[in-house]
């Protein structure tokens, strides 16, 4: 029995009004300082709230009572924002 033909099939290319203008090489590569900054605000926020817990809540800031989960969970949150940006 013979073999059936195979089809190609033409390569389709999006009209240039609908093709993105940013390609990859055209992206800058992310400063220096953004990992740095990221990593530091993780690090520093998980001090501050194992320091919160293990002084029984009398360190960092005695006054702030549970918002220094807030500060130390902001911290992290923060870190996070600045590592999506990271190309």
């Known amino acids: 029995m013979p073999k059936s033909q195979v089809r190609k099939k ?3 290319t999006p009209p240039t009004d609908v093709r993105p203008t940013t390609t990859s090489s055209s992206r800058k590569p992310s400063p220096v300082w953004l ?3 990221a990593v530091a605000l993780i690090v520093v926020g998980i001090g501050w ?3 919160y817990y293990l ?3 009398e360190y960092p800031v005695m006054a702030w009572g549970y918002w220094n989960l807030a500060v130390g969970f902001g911290m ?3 870190s996070l924002g600045l590592l999506s940006r990271w190309r």
């Open 35 to 37: 990992p740095i900054t």
């Open 55 to 57: 002084s029984e809540q």
């Open 76 to 78: 992290m949150v923060a």
């Open 10 to 12: 033409k390569v389709y």
């Open 49 to 51: 709230l194992v320091l």
